[in-house]
């Protein structure tokens, strides 16, 4: 365990100094708040666009990731829509809950499979995105604006088109995707600009997760939290882990489903909350709270698994 857990530890501490600056004020202003939409608008689609036109989108490995990645996506959104209709749970804070168990930190992620496996790792990433992404945020999307009562079929309809419009990362995936699968592949000087852009993705996304996390949210609804982590963090990894043994993948593509399972919830979810209605201070609880238990459990299933897939 501890060779892995020193492998990833560079990267939690990278979450580490995000929160302490930003809690020391440093650079100061409105500084962390533009860094986030920097990572989101700029930086990370150029990773994915740059990734996803090269990646190794072969029918096998595509059919497995599905099946690993949105088996446990179904049953985890299935899981906490009927824990908040069976208990009863304020739509508000069910919204928050409902992210938590179905959204992923794909900045960590790719963090982990570049800095434990390189360029494979990173592809497989791309792979893993481009199947988990999508559907993530139509599930999230769907459930928010339901949640809110606009369930007429025209609203959320328009609601659904205008939110997938206008996501970089949606759009991100879409381009490099055809361009891959068009047999068109990398776009000269194109590709070149965004692998620059891309460089400075993952250690940028990290500083600013970790300038985001609550620490003063932690004790905002801890039933909800324990809720939305016991899905995340339990149930979906299982998942995960069961497809990849059933279908026999091994090696690095084996590992990567492993992190993608174990990787916490999307910081994003916090600003989606506050756009779409759910309970913005839960989902950060939420957040912080899977993010802490991550930088254990992580390490932790990554070498049970190395044992096993390696």
Not at 114 to 137: M, Q, R, S
Not at 225 to 236: D, E, G
Request: contains cysteine; aromatic residues 10%.
């Amino acid at each position: 365990m501890w060779a892995i857990s020193l492998s990833v530890l560079p990267i939690f501490l990278l979450l580490v100094l995000g929160n302490l600056l930003r809690r020391n004020g440093f650079p100061g202003g409105d500084f962390w708040h533009h860094a986030d939409r920097v990572v989101y608008w700029v930086l990370f689609p150029a990773l994915l666009f740059y990734t996803t036109t090269t990646a190794p989108f072969s029918n096998e490995l595509v059919g497995t990731y599905a099946l690993a990645l949105l088996g446990g996506l179904v049953a985890t959104a299935a899981i906490s829509l009927l824990t908040v209709k069976i208990f009863g749970i304020d739509p508000r804070i069910g919204g928050s809950i409902f992210q938590g168990a179905t959204r992923h930190n794909t900045f960590i992620a790719f963090a982990v499979a570049d800095y434990l496996y390189g360029v494979e790792g990173v592809l497989l990433a791309a792979v893993a995105t481009a199947v988990l992404v999508p559907p993530t945020n139509l599930f999230c999307v769907t459930v928010l604006v339901g949640y809110q009562g606009r369930t007429g079929t025209h609203s959320l309809k328009r609601r659904l088109i205008g939110e997938i419009a206008r996501n970089p990362l949606l759009i991100a995936i879409a381009v490099g995707a055809f361009l891959n699968f068009s047999g068109i592949g990398p776009l000269p000087v194109i590709n070149n600009f965004a692998e620059l852009l891309s460089k400075a993705a993952l250690p940028f996304a990290l500083l600013c997760v970790g300038a985001g996390l609550k620490i003063k949210s932690i004790h905002t609804g801890a039933t909800y939290v324990l809720i939305s982590t016991i899905s995340k963090l339990m149930i979906f990894p299982l998942i995960v882990a069961g497809a990849a043994i059933a279908t026999g993948t091994e090696g690095v593509a084996a590992m990567v489903l492993i992190i993608y399972g174990t990787i916490p919830t999307a910081s994003s979810g916090y600003a989606l909350a506050k756009l779409l209605g759910a309970d913005a201070e839960v989902m950060a609880g939420i957040i912080t709270v899977q993010t802490m238990i991550s930088m254990i459990t992580l390490p932790l299933s990554l070498t049970l698994a190395a044992a096993y897939f390696m």
